[in-house]
């Protein structure tokens, strides 16, 4: 059973940065695809940034040139480094792994507030 637990969100100032951080159980993380999505109060979530087993990546128009997903797969860990954040961008990040196989996975979240 895959379980994905996240970490490092909190509460920045505008033009601040945060680095959250998604860990992933099992063996099969080096074969999976990873991204981050997120979800704001009265929203529907949206997927912000997407990283292949090999390594390519996408983004979300908003958050190009100041988002960055990494994956580090020894440590069965990506990350999102977010720079320049704006009030927008508050809403609760989520980790998903797919899986080669197509199996979808979901970790809990992590808030993320941006506010002066």
């Known amino acids: 059973q895959v379980q994905l637990v996240e970490s490092g969100g909190g509460l920045v100032q505008p033009g601040g940065s945060l680095r959250p951080s998604c860990a992933a159980s099992?063996?099969?993380?080096?074969?999976?695809?990873m991204g981050w999505y997120r979800q704001a109060p009265g929203k529907q979530r949206e997927v912000v940034a997407g990283?292949?087993?090999?390594?390519?990546?996408n983004y979300l128009d908003s958050v190009k040139g100041r988002f960055t997903i990494s994956r580090d797969n020894a440590k069965r860990t990506v990350y999102l480094q977010m720079n320049s954040l704006k009030p927008e961008d508050t809403a609760i990040y989520y980790c998903?792994?797919?899986?080669?196989?197509?199996?979808?996975?979901w970790g809990k979240g992590t808030l993320v507030t941006v506010s002066s």
């Open positions: 990283i292949s087993s090999g390594g390519n990546t």
């Open positions: 998903k792994m797919r899986t080669m196989a197509g199996m979808n996975y």
């Open positions: 099992g063996s099969i993380f080096s074969d999976s695809a």
